[in-house]
């Protein structure tokens, strides 16, 4: 008895994490692959890095998580190790490595799985799958322009419709503390009250600063500055500081870009967004919809990270965060038509050859064939209605005198055997 519990204990998965199968597998795949299939219309290669490294690759100094979120290990030579919390980090160090010599722009995509212990955890995954690309080598506007319209055009392909963009510019913020003249410490607790949208906190917290009254007004209502074009402009009339002022116009420049692709009614500005991720120095965005409280696409330009292992390379780049965007997608009950319609090919022993030369018959024209040996004990309906579960569309039933019957499972007219 107790070794039967324990082996059903082993049935479980780890707190965080989760076995995804049948169906649901084969829908996430299908979008996932869809996805992957723009990224490379638009010319991006593909890339792949390792599911752990060194820890100093995603340190905080080089702006990605905290350690204590980071699920860490030692190697045999006393390293220390993590599982790749983040993968825009990888992609650098691969660029400084590999890509040393080039100078003109680098488009790279890669598909793989974070690990981001949840404090707290709530529910919350540990290991999520990202899609990403990344766009090296091009500081223009032109380029953030770009990967926005990739970003937009994936969620179109996955078949959402009601969907936004929310941008922002990491610079606007730092550059209206900078006019403020708070201290590091202040700027980091001024974050925490403006993402909780603790208005009240923030305000009582500037009143005691000497701060011109436009640039206090400005960081009071960063957290509501939501909205079109109309918003930035609004942020003009607030500041004077020079680095705030040019975030504000490369949004104008992204703005003008992205209406030249057609895609401004997907698009809304935030200006008030703080990216978890410290490397941004640019355009920062988050794509959104309902059906997950969560962003299902998120993205920026990290000018200065690549430098950080020895290559002086401006980039942009976004990931889509396929558990989020799945959940949506689901909620929204958009059809993912990702049934594979297989042939199930019966035959008896004696028939085998006959069944293999059929099987690859069919395969050669990518019709999918799982072979089986008939049961003599088991009926042909009972194969029927392990089709049915199965995603098989139609049964080739070779009998002992070597004649082939179709069993059509799928309803629809099929030309499967001739």
Not at 63 to 81: A, C, I, P, R, W
Not at 335 to 357: G, M, V
Request: glycine letters at 6%; hydrophobic letters at 35%.
């Amino acid at each position: 008895m107790e070794g039967s519990t324990y082996q059903k204990s082993l049935l479980f998965t780890p707190e965080g994490v989760r076995d995804i199968y049948g169906e649901d597998c084969e829908k996430r795949y299908k979008v996932q692959n869809d996805i992957h299939a723009v990224m490379k219309l638009y010319g991006f290669k593909d890339i792949q890095t390792p599911t752990y490294e060194f820890f100093d690759i995603f340190n905080r100094e080089r702006g990605t998580v905290k350690s204590k979120e980071m699920f860490k290990f030692f190697d045999q030579y006393n390293n220390t190790l993590v599982l790749r919390p983040d993968i825009t980090p990888s992609v650098a160090r691969c660029v400084a490595k590999y890509y040393d010599n080039e100078d003109m722009q680098i488009r790279l995509c890669y598909t793989g799985n974070t690990f981001i212990h949840q404090s707290g955890y709530q529910g919350k995954l540990a290991e999520t799958t990202q899609v990403g690309a990344e766009l090296m080598n091009d500081d223009s506007s032109d380029a953030d322009g770009e990967m926005i319209a990739l970003a937009i055009d994936c969620l179109e392909k996955t078949g959402l419709d009601e969907f936004k963009v929310d941008i922002g510019h990491a610079d606007l913020f730092r550059g209206i503390v900078e006019e403020a003249g708070l201290t590091e410490e202040e700027t980091e607790q001024l974050k925490v009250y403006l993402v909780n949208k603790n208005i009240f906190a923030a305000s009582d917290m500037l009143e005691k600063k000497e701060i011109p009254a436009g640039c206090k007004d400005l960081l009071v209502k960063l957290p509501d500055l939501f909205g079109d074009i109309e918003t930035i402009a609004y942020a003009k009339d607030k500041t004077t500081n020079p680095r705030a002022l040019e975030a504000l116009d490369r949004l104008e420049k992204l703005y003008n870009i992205i209406k030249t692709y057609g895609m401004e009614k997907h698009v809304t500005f935030d200006l008030g967004m703080l990216s978890h991720y410290e490397y941004y120095t640019g355009i920062i965005f988050k794509a959104y919809t309902y059906g997950t409280g969560e962003a299902i696409a998120t993205g920026g330009r990290y000018d200065n990270l690549v430098e950080q292992f020895g290559k002086k390379t401006p980039a942009i780049g976004l990931a889509f965060v396929l558990d989020q965007l799945m959940a949506a997608l689901s909620s929204q009950e958009v059809e993912i038509d990702a049934r594979e319609e297989d042939i199930l090919l019966l035959y008896r022993s004696a028939n085998r050859k006959t069944a293999i030369e059929i099987g690859n018959e069919l395969r050669s024209q990518n019709k999918p064939v799982r072979l089986m040996r008939k049961n003599a004990e088991i009926s042909l309906e009972d194969y029927k209605e392990y089709g049915k579960r199965n995603e098989v569309s139609s049964i080739l039933y070779i009998d002992d005198t070597g004649e082939v019957t179709e069993f059509n499972l799928s309803g629809k007219k099929e030309d499967t055997w001739q």
